[in-house]
């Protein structure tokens, strides 16, 4: 490769929990560049899960985004004229931004009043292993299990 690899941003842990995945789950959250009131949708959302299921709503959001996680994609390779779907590994990093990201799309599909209660509804369905996200990395599971078979086509 020409140009350097760029340095890895450190992202500072959020004021109320001290967890730095909750911040970067906060900037996916964020649109328009309004943090405060991301940091709000998410604390409302953990609240209300916290309050109906009577657990830690930090845990249960944990376990949700693990859920949610994918750990095998597909890449289309072109091959001799022809294009082939090719499951592949991923990186940590991007597998949880893959989590997140799905989590909050699937949130916002949702038709609950407020954000804060479409997230609260997502994560405890994601933690139930229920609902949108947890399907997609169902079918992105299933997709990389049946083109298995050219998995000797990686780059």
């Known amino acids: 490769m020409r140009k350097t690899k760029p340095k890895k941003r450190i992202i500072l842990p959020d004021p109320k929990y001290n967890d730095p995945m909750v911040t970067k789950f906060v900037n996916n959250i964020m649109l328009c560049g309004k943090k405060s009131l991301a940091y709000d949708i998410f604390y409302e959302a953990i609240d209300l899960v916290s309050a109906k299921t009577q657990e830690d709503g930090l845990e249960v959001f944990k376990t949700a985004l693990a859920n949610v996680t994918p750990s095998v994609e597909v890449r289309s390779r072109r091959v001799g004229g022809a294009t082939f779907q090719i499951p592949s590994e991923i990186r940590p990093s991007r597998k949880q931004s893959i989590g997140m990201k799905n989590l909050i799309g ?18 405890m369905a994601a933690a139930k292993e229920e609902g949108g996200a947890f399907k997609r990395k169902e079918d992105t599971h299933r997709m990389a299990e049946a083109n298995k078979a050219f998995s000797h086509f990686r780059f």
């Open 106 to 123: 699937f949130a916002r599909k949702r038709h609950e009043k407020s954000m804060g209660q479409k997230l609260a509804a997502e994560i």
